[in-house]
């Protein structure tokens, strides 16, 4: 058997309910990386931007553009560290974070949505294993550093 197409599966349904929350929340104009790029410094307030480059695994100049226009739209801010003023941190502003939280909402409605198609132990089986691949997933990050 060759199972290439459904281990897809799992992204192709990750990348739907992004799509899904992007559709509904089109009146901000962020583009799939920015989004990518405000998660990651609202998730890590204070976060720099080779710490964005790390976690997205993207270039620097890519980085920096989305930075620039994160901070254009109102989404984020930079400050000085306090502890070395040589080194800039992002921030998540209000605004951002309201928007972080906006399209986890609308992500959120989407797997309620799809879930409904399994019945309740259909569901706990499924996250019962979608756990253990997880686990197994962030392993097998740990073993490719």
């Not at 980085?63 to 998540?92: H, T, Y």
């Not at 928007?99 to 019962?128: G, R, T």
């Amino acid at each position: 058997m060759n199972y290439e197409e459904d281990y897809r599966k799992c992204s192709k349904i990750a990348r739907e309910a992004s799509r899904y929350a992007r559709l509904q929340m089109k009146n901000w104009e962020l583009g799939s990386g920015e989004a990518d790029c405000l998660a990651q410094i609202s998730k890590h307030p204070g976060c720099s931007q080779a710490t964005v480059q790390a976690q997205l695994g993207i270039d620097k100049a890519a980085v920096a553009r989305m930075c620039a226009s994160l901070e254009k739209k109102g989404l984020i801010r930079r400050q000085a560290d306090p502890q070395d003023r040589r080194r800039v941190q992002l921030m998540a502003t209000q605004r951002g974070n309201r928007l972080k939280q906006d399209s986890k909402d609308k992500e959120n409605e989407f797997y309620a949505w799809l879930f409904q198609e399994l019945n309740p132990q259909e569901q706990a089986v499924f996250f019962a294993l979608l756990q253990r691949l997880y686990q197994r997933s962030k392993t097998a990050r740990q073993h490719s550093r």
